[in-house]
């Protein structure tokens, strides 16, 4: 299997969707140097202004895995759980390459 990929969305409680951002904008600047992090993109939805979009990209399934365990991304998740309502649409993705992707190695 090649690279290894997420697309979802967050719906923050009312009022709570900056508040979300940030920290899921903390969580993107905490994962840019984890291994096998290759794409984190957090976007909002212009015609839901509570959704949050999250755009992920690794080098395995793996590496996704283990990003997990790291304690400040946990500590991170558990700063936001209490601002998500619910979570939208998530997909599991195979990238294989475009503007922006690494080569696969």
Not at 27 to 52: F, H, S, Y
Not at 96 to 104: A, D, F, R, T
């Amino acid at each position: 299997m090649g690279r290894f990929g997420l697309c979802g969305t967050m719906i923050a409680q009312a009022g709570q969707r900056d508040a979300l951002l940030a920290l899921l904008l903390e969580a993107a600047e905490l994962v840019a140097d984890a291994p096998g992090c290759e794409v984190w993109i957090v976007n909002t939805m212009p015609d839901n202004p509570d959704a949050l979009w999250v755009t992920e990209v690794w080098r395995s399934e793996a590496d996704h895995a283990a990003s997990l365990t790291n304690d400040a991304v946990r500590e991170i998740i558990g700063r936001a759980r209490p601002l998500i309502a619910g979570m939208g649409d998530r997909f599991i993705l195979e990238p294989v390459g475009g503007k922006g992707l690494p080569e696969s190695t």
